[in-house]
């Protein structure tokens, strides 16, 4: 995930790995985790794949600082990696799908839409999962198992009626 948002973020600017890492902050910080022992090991490993290239900043020929700015085959895996969908846990699924939302921008309109009904079902999938779940545990009646059961099937169904009107968004975007 933080390769997908990496690229992402560097297809609108180029950018120092100090801002980065406040970017990503800014929109991942309910997604995932964000530091520098993770940001600059995958800079490195980005750069030597040839997804980024490294300019540098000179200040009376000190160089201050690196710039990471994505090359053309950094696009090309961006894209690739928004449009996958790998078996992942329900949490970091739904993490992953808002590091791309968030990037939607980059696509066009029938990617989008395609990913937010992939999403969709998925969703509904797990709605149908948690209603399972709560009866199993509404057999046992254990109050505070109850509330976090509903808990998260409301979430689902919350997102479910998001999803729903991006989609219908997207169609009329498409169209």
């Known amino acids: 995930m933080l390769e997908l948002a990496t690229l992402g973020l560097l ?4 950018l120092h790995g100090y801002r980065l890492k406040q970017q990503m902050e800014l929109f991942m910080s309910g997604c995932i985790s964000v530091n520098y022992g993770a940001i600059y090991p995958l800079l490195r490993r980005l750069e030597e794949r040839e997804l980024i290239k490294v300019l540098t900043e ?4 000190i ?4 710039i990471y700015s994505i090359t053309k085959k950094g696009v090309l895996k961006w894209k690739e990696k928004m449009l996958e969908h790998p078996q992942e846990s329900w949490v970091n699924a739904r993490s992953r799908f808002m590091i791309k939302f968030f990037f939607f921008t980059y696509l ?6 395609k990913l ?3 999403r969709l079902i998925i969703c509904q999938l797990q709605l149908e999962n948690k209603e399972k779940e709560l009866n199993i545990v509404s057999d046992d009646r254990d109050p505070y198992q109850l509330e976090a059961w509903r808990r998260c099937r409301w979430a689902i169904e919350d997102e479910i009626k998001w999803l729903n009107i ?7 975007k498409s169209v």
Do not use: C, G, Y
């Open 166 to 172: 991006q989609v219908a968004m997207a169609k009329n």
């Open 11 to 14: 297809q609108k600017e180029p």
């Open 63 to 66: 160089i201050t600082r690196k």
């Open 58 to 61: 000179q200040e009376d020929s």
């Open 108 to 113: 066009e309109p029938q990617e989008r839409l």
């Open 116 to 118: 937010l009904q992939h």
